[in-house]
């Protein structure tokens, strides 16, 4: 079955870095377009960024545009987010999940447990 | 961008129908997707390309799309679909993701 298990989270001072890692498990990674979508506290969901299957393609939400970088291992079936001069607003759980796509539209079959990221002094 | 609008709460009783709406300009050109959250865990797929239902969610979830409103229905409610549900499109003009603010479902 279908399993993605993140990692790396904690507590991280503003200004600081953090990597968070995506085990997948149960599919062919390789075949999927992969997502990072958070939700911090008190708010909804908010997609952050994508890649696609051999890491041609890659987009972010402006939020996180030029702080962050998603990255894939097909051979470690390993998703990652690096996010650099983090920011208090960045607290948030943060989800890897599983594209799916019709035409050009992608919605999200499957989601990890989260990991849990604390911005904070 | 892209837009979204969700009620922020619905209270519906036991055995009831409840409705949750996403609203949009033109949300009807759209595929539309809906997600249950509840606390503590990781969001759960229930209604897909409109009106699709995954493997293992049940008959009582229904989603629905007119011209500016997609609905999901969620008949005879039970305590167990208590959480936060939120609708989901894809702006292929940005090739981001847009979420709604997300509903709370109380069962009352």
């Known amino acids: 079955q279908v399993h993605l298990e993140e990692s790396g989270g904690g507590v991280v001072q503003p200004g600081r870095s953090l990597r968070l890692s995506c085990e997948a498990s149960?599919?062919?990674?390789?075949?999927?377009?992969m997502h990072w979508v958070r939700r911090a506290p008190g708010k909804g969901l908010e997609w952050v960024a994508l890649i696609s299957k051999g890491s041609d393609d890659k987009y972010y939400a402006d939020s996180v545009k030029g702080r962050v970088v998603i990255s894939r291992d097909n051979s470690m079936n390993t998703l990652y987010l690096q996010m650099n001069t983090m920011r208090p607003d960045d607290t948030a759980v943060y989800f890897c999940?599983?594209?799916?796509?019709?035409?050009?539209?992608?919605?999200?079959?499957?989601w990890g447990q989260g990991a849990l990221v604390t911005v904070s002094s | 961008s892209y837009v979204l609008t969700q009620p922020p709460s619905v209270s519906v009783a036991p055995g009831q129908a409840a409705s949750i709406t996403c609203g949009a300009n033109?949300?009807?050109?759209?595929?539309v997707h809906w997600y249950q959250q509840k606390p503590g865990q990781a969001p759960v797929l229930v209604v897909y390309d409109d009106s699709n239902r995954p493997s293992g969610i049940p008959e009582r979830f229904s989603g629905s799309i007119s011209h500016n409103t997609a609905t999901l229905t969620i008949s005879r409610v039970e305590a167990g679909d208590e959480a936060d549900y939120f609708c989901q499109v894809w702006d292929t003009s940005r090739s981001h993701a847009v979420f709604g603010d997300g509903t709370k479902l109380t069962v009352l």
């Open positions: 999940a599983r594209g799916r796509v019709r035409g050009l539209r992608f919605h999200f079959d499957y």
């Open positions: 149960g599919f062919t990674f390789s075949a999927y377009t």
């Open positions: 033109n949300i009807g050109s759209e595929d």
